[in-house]
């Protein structure tokens, strides 16, 4: 029976698995390197080694209430998009509310994690750590928890850019990159167009001389602010969007967002056109790129050739000369270096995990990853659905299948994800979102039934069909029910509009007079549709009005 958990790393992933643990019966003990909560979102002046780093101005790119852990809201006066120092105090509120600061060891570094000798027999590790002052410390816990994240080892492939050691400026990592201050009035090379490499193009080109943004392959970029002015997720990322793209044919699908996109700028024309299809690759998340290119401020190129003193070569076979900078966003690897290698199993590009959380070849499920997963969509959100999954299956409440059928479940994972999306060694994984909560939830017995909330809670049916997928809706039955989660759910759009609601309108009721209109404009169109159609061809009504009437014996 698992009773003293480890949890390696204060992130949110390790924060929600720390309460996950506690409201199963466990005691888990968190320790952390570094003096704060927070992982990724814990900003630092100066990078620190094997920690992840974030840049002075970074905004996170996924709405509020779409990264809200399940039973705790986001403040509704919070901006939808938040700053990283809002998002920190976030998680402080959270660990303060539910008491979880307590187990936490700050700066103590995990340096390896070992089963037990009697392991087969007891499922139980062994974890040295070492604190500030370099004392080593053995412990052993019944399992263990990895939160470390997959963004503290920047990847530099240097040799992939002849001439570089002959490059006259400075270049470094985007790891590295705190704000644009020494990059005033010079030229500037951003080799990928990722998330962060997009960001320090468009932040940089507002005081640099010039930059180019190099990109192998280009990219999709889609807007924050949707339609109505809404966050992109908040519009898209619903049950009912969900559905419908599991019944159109995905050649269909992506000529539909792709089309949508292209009518906002032309890809082709912007130069940012990539090779791939929409669905093939998250997309880039950025709705200053398309201006800063209009205006010359960031020139799209194609990827690096070679690099000689201070000039830039392109596979175009065009040169910038007296380059003073280059960004190399470049991406991560992800490592478990305090892992044993018997607890990996790769499998093609990545580590291979059962549902992306549990080592498929050990004797005891007491080793769990959580946080290791890539979606178009928040970490946290997956994160605590993997920690609420892990908790009930180290305390027995539920089971995994035999070590073969894991194995074989991975490895068809691997072969779908190859499949249908641009996987490396750098990005190996890749799932929908929306499915891989709802297959989680069915383990732990949590997944909102529709068909129940037809006939029980209309209102709340139509929020989960045609309202964003947040994690509330995955707390209003089952393991962890929460009181609050059909008002969490009602109330989203009201959290949305809240942070807008800076300057006080005279809102005017509709009149009768407009409705009608309205209603005469609606009419007056499906006629014009129904006498359209009846026009070219006049069969196709009658044959749909036959085919509705009742058969009869």
Known sequence: MVHRVAVIGAGPCGLTSMKACLEEGMMPTCFESSDDIGGLWRFKEVSEPNRASIYRSLTINISKEMMSFSDFPVQADYPNYMHHSKIQNYFRMYAEHFKLLKHIRFQTLVKNVNQTPDFSRTGQWEVVTENKDGKEERHVFDAVICCSGHYSYPNLPLKEFPGIETFEGKYFHSWDYKGAEDMVGKKVVVIGIGNSGSDIAVESCRVAEQVYLSTRSGAWVIRQVSENGLPVDIKYLTRFVHILTQLLPIRILNWLCETKLNAMYDHTMYALKPKHRFFNQIPVVNDELPLKILSGSVIIKTNVKEICGSSVVFEDGSTVEKVDTIVFATGYNYDFPYLPSSSKYMSGHRLGLYKHVFPPNLEHPTLAVVGFIHAFAAIMTQAEMQARWVSRVFNGQ?????????????????????????????????????????????????????????????????????????????????????????????????????????????????????????????????????????????????TLLANLRPQTA
């Open 398 to 542: 539920a089971k995994l299948p035999s070590n073969q059928a894991m194995i074989k479940s991975v490895d068809k994972d691997t072969k779908d994800i190859e499949k249908n999306y641009i996987v490396s060694r750098l990005t190996p994984l890749h799932v929908d979102f929306v499915t891989y909560m709802d297959d989680l939830a069915g383990e732990i017995g949590v997944r909102p039934s529709l068909l129940w909330l037809f006939f029980t809670d209309y209102q709340i049916f139509k929020m989960v069909l045609w309202g964003p997928v947040t994690s509330y809706q995955y707390r209003l039955k089952g393991p962890g029910k929460w009181g609050g989660a059909r008002r969490a759910i009602s109330t989203t759009l009201n959290r949305v509009y809240q942070p807008l609601k800076t300057r006080k309108l005279e809102t005017k009721e509709a009149s009768f007079a407009g409705s009608l209109f309205k209603l005469s404009l609606t009419l007056m169109a499906g006629g014009a549709a129904v006498y359209y159609i009846h026009v070219r061809n006049p069969t196709t009504i009658p």
